[in-house]
C-alpha cells in the first residue's frame, strides 16, 4: 500500500504524518508538492495540517486550487482513501470534498492541547480498529476548528452516519461536538485533532495509531491480503 503526504507552502505537519506511516503500517510513503499532477501510484492521501499558503484570504481557501487538489478528487471519487488532518480538514471542505466549514474557535484563540474524542462510527477505512463509543486521546491545534454545517447537512450527516468523531468536551464550539467527518462514500475523512502526535505515548497518547493501522486493514480487506492485529 502506497501513501502519499501532500505538501503546501505552509504545511508544518507533513513530516509528522509521514513518520506516523512509517511507524505505525510501516508502508511507502512520499512527500507529494502541491503542483502535482499524478496520484495514481498511492492508495491513501494524507493532506496534513499546517498554513497552507499562509493561510491567506482564509485557511485552505487557496489551497483547494492548487493542481495536486484536482488529483485528490479523482482519487476520491474513484474510492480511494483521503484523509485530512486540521488545515487538511479545512482544505477539504474548501475543495467541496466535505460538507460544511470551519470558522474561528468561540474563543477567538488559537487552542493547543490534548482533547478526549468519542468515536461515533467505526465502521469506515479510518475507524475500524475502535470500539463505537469509545474515548480517545488526541490533541488538537488550530485557532479556526469550529465545524459549522445548515440544518439540512446536519441531518444528511445525521442520516448518513457521517459524523465519526465528537468531542466529550467541545474546545471550539463545534456544531453538535463535531470534531470529524467523513464523506457520504466513507472514503474521505477530514478531523480537526492531529491523530499524527499521538502515535507513541512519548508523545503523551498512542490512541492515533489506530486511525492509521485501520486505513491498511481496510485496503487489505480490499485486496484480499492478511489484515493486521
Same mark, same amino acid.
Request: hydrophobic share 40%; glycine share 10%.
Given at each position: 500500500?502506497?501513501?502519499?503526504?501532500?505538501?503546501?507552502?505552509?504545511?508544518?505537519?507533513?513530516?509528522?504524518?509521514?513518520?506516523?506511516?512509517?511507524?505505525?503500517?510501516?508502508?511507502?510513503?512520499?512527500?507529494?508538492?502541491?503542483?502535482? #499532477?499524478?496520484?495514481?501510484?498511492?492508495?491513501?492521501?494524507?493532506?496534513? %495540517?499546517?498554513?497552507?499558503?499562509?493561510?491567506?484570504?482564509?485557511?485552505?481557501?487557496?489551497?483547494?486550487?492548487?493542481?495536486?487538489?484536482?488529483?485528490?478528487?479523482?482519487?476520491?471519487?474513484?474510492?480511494?482513501?483521503?484523509? %485530512?488532518?486540521?488545515? %487538511?480538514?479545512?482544505?477539504?471542505?474548501?475543495?467541496?470534498?466535505?460538507?460544511?466549514?470551519?470558522?474561528? *474557535?468561540?474563543?477567538?484563540?488559537?487552542?493547543?492541547?490534548?482533547?478526549?474524542?468519542?468515536?461515533?462510527?467505526?465502521? #469506515?477505512?479510518?475507524?475500524?480498529?475502535?470500539?463505537?463509543?469509545?474515548?480517545?486521546?488526541?490533541?488538537?491545534?488550530?485557532?479556526?476548528?469550529?465545524?459549522?454545517?445548515?440544518?439540512? #447537512?446536519?441531518?444528511?450527516?445525521?442520516?448518513?452516519?457521517?459524523?465519526?468523531?465528537?468531542?466529550?468536551?467541545?474546545?471550539?464550539?463545534?456544531?453538535?461536538?463535531?470534531?470529524?467527518?467523513?464523506?457520504?462514500?466513507? *472514503?474521505?475523512?477530514?478531523?480537526?485533532?492531529?491523530?499524527?502526535?499521538?502515535?507513541?505515548?512519548?508523545?503523551?497518547?498512542?490512541? %492515533?495509531?489506530?486511525?492509521? #493501522?485501520?486505513?491498511?486493514?481496510?485496503?487489505?480487506?480490499?485486496?484480499?491480503?492478511?489484515?493486521?492485529?
Amino acid at each position: 500500500m502506497n501513501f502519499a503526504v501532500i505538501v503546501f507552502p505552509g504545511s508544518n505537519c507533513d513530516i509528522d504524518c509521514y513518520k506516523a506511516v512509517e511507524q505505525t503500517v510501516g508502508q511507502p510513503v512520499d512527500y507529494v508538492w502541491h503542483t502535482a #499532477t499524478d496520484l495514481s501510484k498511492y492508495d491513501c492521501i494524507l493532506i496534513p %495540517g499546517g498554513f497552507s499558503y499562509g493561510d491567506y484570504l482564509r485557511s485552505g481557501a487557496i489551497a483547494r486550487f492548487a493542481p495536486v487538489m484536482t488529483e485528490v478528487a479523482k482519487a476520491a471519487a474513484a474510492g480511494k482513501y483521503v484523509m %485530512g488532518i486540521c488545515n %487538511g480538514f479545512q482544505v477539504l471542505t474548501e475543495a467541496g470534498l466535505l460538507p460544511g466549514a470551519l470558522r474561528r *474557535n468561540v474563543s477567538l484563540k488559537f487552542r493547543c492541547h490534548s482533547t478526549i474524542l468519542r468515536v461515533e462510527n467505526n465502521q #469506515t477505512a479510518f475507524t475500524n480498529q475502535y470500539e463505537v463509543g469509545e474515548l480517545i486521546d488526541i490533541p488538537i491545534a488550530h485557532g479556526e476548528g469550529n465545524y459549522y454545517c445548515d440544518e439540512a #447537512t446536519l441531518e444528511q450527516l445525521k442520516k448518513n452516519n457521517q459524523i465519526i468523531f465528537r468531542y466529550s468536551d467541545n474546545p471550539n464550539g463545534s456544531l453538535e461536538d463535531i470534531a470529524g467527518i467523513c464523506n457520504e462514500q466513507g *472514503n474521505v475523512l477530514g478531523l480537526m485533532p492531529h491523530p499524527e502526535r499521538a502515535v507513541n505515548q512519548l508523545l503523551g497518547s498512542e490512541d %492515533g495509531k489506530k486511525m492509521f #493501522t485501520s486505513i491498511l486493514n481496510a485496503w487489505r480487506e480490499q485486496h484480499d491480503a492478511a489484515s493486521i492485529g
